[in-house]
């Protein structure tokens, strides 16, 4: 997600392309002109704003389930249906469906331990595991 500041911050710096010649500051330039110092502002906002964007859009939290979700499937032709995880992981899967604005399926197995639905699997939210733990997949036993 982009910051608010950091919008309006570009919006003032692309204020020095006016037609009129003059920028933010009050500097006057010949009109398309632009300083080198502006130029570079300008530039170095953008990489700030593409890097905020792909960092929206990343799924580096995720990857180890998913990873075990693939290996499992080329296995059996099949995603698994549950996968053990820890805290860490949780929290991840459950920050995931947040920020990418997924419905939440949230709710407990027979064992009393919550459950996640990511994808076509659950995952089970095992407390008692170190934080970043994933168990090998598993189906309904």
């Not at 037609?19 to 500051?25: E, L, Q």
């Not at 300083?35 to 180890?64: E, H, M, W, Y």
């Not at 296995?75 to 805290?87: L, S």
Request: charged share 20%.
């Amino acid at each position: 997600m982009i910051d608010r500041r950091e919008l309006l911050s570009l919006g003032g710096l692309l204020g020095g392309l006016s037609s009129s010649g003059i920028t933010a500051d009050g500097t006057a330039y010949g009109i398309g002109e632009m300083s080198d110092k502006s130029a570079q502002d300008i530039v170095t906002a953008l990489r700030a704003i593409s890097t905020a964007v792909a960092a929206a859009q990343s799924f580096d939290a995720i990857g180890p389930i998913r990873a075990r979700q693939i290996e499992y499937l080329r296995a059996t032709n099949k995603f698994p249906d549950f996968i053990d995880v820890g805290v860490d992981m949780w929290m991840a899967a459950h920050d995931w469906h947040i920020r990418l604005q997924q419905p939440l399926a949230v709710g407990r197995d027979g064992s009393g331990r919550y459950t996640i639905a990511f994808g076509f699997t659950q995952l089970v939210l095992r407390p008692d595991a170190t934080a970043n733990f994933i168990s090998p997949p598993y189906d309904t036993r």
